[in-house]
Structures are given as C-alpha cells and as structure tokens.
C-alpha cells in the first residue's frame, strides 16, 4: 500500500463506492411493474415504494454529511457499505407484502446518502481549478443507477428473484472491507468540531447553501424522479415490455451520467453559471415536447435524451457552484443539504406523475409542470446566483456567516 495515496486513487474509490451503493438504493426502481402485479398494488402504492428510498436517502445525507465531516471518508463509506447489506437481503428474501416492502425500502435509503460522503473527499483531495471535473467524474457513480436498470429485472427472470439482491449485498461487502483498507482523507483535512445541532444550524445559515439546495433540487431531482418513474411511465403510457422498459430507463442514465462530469469540466472552463441556464433552458424546451406526447418513434426518444444531457450537465455544474461558494470544512455539510434536496425532489415528482396518471389518464400537466420548474430555475440562476458569484472564485457566500 502506499504512503502517499494519490488523488486519482482515491476518486477511483470514492466514485467505485458511490457507484455501489446507488446500485443498492436503486434496486426497487426496475422491479415497480413486478411488484404492482405481485401485491396487486394501485398506481400510488407503486411510486411511493420506488421512492421511499429515494426521501429516505435524501434527508439522510444531512446527519452524513456531518459525520463526514468530523469522522471523515475513510471510515464513513465503510461503515455505510456495510450497513446497506442488511435492508438488501430482507427484501431480497423476506419481504413480500406492501408494509414490508416499504420497511425494506425505508432502510434501503441509506445507500442514497453517500454521496454526502464522497463529496468532501474529492473535494478536499483536488485544488480549486480541477474540482469542477473531479467533482463530476465522481458523480458518474450515480450510473449505479443504471447497473440496476440493466440487471435488475434481466436476473430476476433469467436467475431468480432474490439473486440480484444477494449479487450486490456481496459486491457491498468487497468494496467495505476494501474501502477500510485502502481509502485514505486528504492529508491537513480540518476536521468539524462542535455538535451535529450546531453545525448543521451554522450551515443552514450560509446564504450559498438555500440556493444550491434549490438548484439541485431540480436538476438532481429530476433525474432521480426519471431514473425511478421511468420504467412505470414506459409501461404504462407506451405498452413497451419490462425489460424494454428498463433497458430505455438504463440508457437514460447511462447519458445523464456521462454528461455529469461534462457539466462540471465546462463550470470549470467557463463559469457554472451560463452552463446551470443553458441546461435548464433546454429543460425546459424538451419537457414541453414530452408534454405533447408526441410517441417514442422519434420525437420522443430525443425528448428523453435530451432530458438526461440537459439534466446531467447541470447536476456537474451545481457542484462546481460548491467547489467556490463553501467554506472547504462546510462542504460535507452542505454537501448533504443540498444532496437531500436534490433527493426530495426525486421523491414528490413520481407520485405526482401517478397521481395525475390516475385522474386525468394523461402525463402531459406532469411534463408542463417540470418545465415551468426548470424555467423558474434557469431564472433564478441567471439572477440572483449570478449576482451571489460575482465576487469571484471564492466567493462572497464562502465567507462565515
């Protein structure tokens, strides 16, 4: 082992464990169509059980996100690894009625948090001028997502219904013991002192972290609520196949995820925030294409892609927005205030698509409400984030409040 760990190693591990915890939370997502007909469960009772982990793993990076600051990454992804493998295997084999799976799905949650790990050990591993990219190459581990859309339902039918979840309880063991071994924190790493209540009070009061959290909410939202819904919304609306449905919703990622770290070298070439509103801008204009329904062939395919480029992009450029408002030993503390809101909203939009599914047997008012959002966004950026950077690289938001 070496005695002087490399930056590059260690975003390799810390995107590797991101990547195999998201495959865990993301596990319920692909098997929504199965588990409406198995438990015989209405179009609400779906989404709230493909997007129970998704809240839960949202406001669980807020307590995360300050361990990670005091305990630092070398022993937090460990731990969280480790802890994910039990709500894996209960619904892999034990849970199979609603309420259990939504208990499982509580727990399953955990996994979404470490992104509220991963963040300040990249972040405090790479000099300002690289962060942007090293930011966004670490949040490629969000495709872990799509490892469950590709294997999901493909081994459930061709394997058996519990082995995909004892394949990644397995793969989350590795990658714990080895997390242990070989992760290391950036060396001088300030650690956060004070109690959990007063440091998250002290960074709710930092004037960057309410407009970052707005940001993510709707860039990093929307994807989550497309990663989760979308195998539903492709049954449902266009009567493709399970599996079709889920390779589609794979491919979506696979783009969004690509794009990541995209957004986060152009935030590094230019300025986060011209690249947050072009983004949101093309939000915009393609929701409003969704929104007329205009079929898969072609229209719709390049609306969806165009989503996840779009979406992808200002997911990077948001932490780019980090790497220069936040004060270095805040950022695991902010890191999971704004990943929370970035998971919430994930969560509310799948249960209004099922909703309004249900009452109008139309998604069109879902897709025109993502576009008034974005539009909002894209808005908000151009004016008063704008304004808020305007001191420069640091930043006046990186000052203490």
Known sequence: ???????????????????????????????????????????????????????????????????????????????????????????GHAADSLPEVLLGGFFLGLGGTTFAIGVPCVNAWYPPARR?????????????????????????????????????????????????????????????????????????????????????????????AFSVYLPTYLTTAHGLTRSDAALRTAGFVVLAVAMRPVGGWLS?????????????????????????????????????????????TATGAVFALVARLVPADRVGAVTGLVGAAGGLGGFFPPLVMGTIRSAAHSYTWGYVLLAATAAAAGVFTATTVRGADSGGPAGRDSQDP
């Open 268 to 312: 590094d070439r230019t300025h986060p925030v011209p690249v947050l509103t072009g983004a949101f801008a093309a939000v915009t204009a393609l929701a409003l294409l969704a929104a007329a329904e205009p079929g898969l062939r072609p229209f719709g395919t390049l609306a969806f892609l165009g989503l996840a480029a779009a979406l992808g």
């Open 132 to 224: 942007g990219l090293a930011l966004g190459v670490f949040g490629t581990g969000m495709g872990g997502t799509a490892l469950s859309s590709f294997s999901t339902v493909q081994l459930t039918e061709h394997v058996s219904r519990s082995f995909p979840f004892d394949l990644v309880a397995v793969v989350l063991a590795v990658y714990a013991v080895l997390a242990r071994l070989l992760l290391r924190d950036a060396p001088g790493r300030v650690r956060a002192t004070g109690s959990l209540y007063a440091r998250t009070l002290a960074t709710l009061r930092l004037p960057a972290t309410g407009r970052l959290a707005l940001l993510y909410a709707v860039a990093f939202g929307g994807f989550v």
């Open 1 to 91: 082992m070496s005695r002087s760990p490399s930056p590059a190693r260690m975003l390799v591990l810390a995107t590797a464990g991101f990547a195999i915890c998201f495959w865990a939370w993301a596990l319920l997502s692909p098997l929504g169509p199965t588990l409406r007909t198995e438990l015989s469960l209405t179009s609400f009772q779906q989404s709230l059980c493909v997007a129970l982990p998704v809240v839960v793993g949202s406001l669980g990076r807020i307590p995360v996100g300050a361990l990670t600051d005091r305990f630092g990454a070398r022993h937090m992804f460990p731990a969280v690894a480790a802890l994910t493998i039990v709500p894996v295997l209960y619904l």
